[in-house]
């Protein structure tokens, strides 16, 4: 049902408004969450070099 002054018109497009900024963060929040977890992956050091003086043992 369509009225003359337009109100549907506008409601549709203030609804679609939402949606799509709905959509659009959400997206957002998926990406940063996939970035933090490959950052993680980076930032690993190697064995070799995290090893503690305090703790190897004589030979």
């Known amino acids: 049902m369509r009225k003359e002054d337009g109100t549907t018109e506008i409601t549709l497009l203030l609804k679609a ?3 799509n900024a709905l959509f659009t963060n959400l997206l957002r929040f998926l990406l940063v969450q996939a970035e933090r977890l490959e950052l993680s992956h980076l930032a690993a050091l190697d064995p070799k070099s995290s090893v ?3 703790s190897t ?3």
Do not use: D, E, G, V
Request: no cysteine; net charge positive.
């Open 17 to 19: 408004r939402n949606l």
């Open 52 to 54: 503690s003086t305090n």
């Open 57 to 59: 043992t004589p030979a």
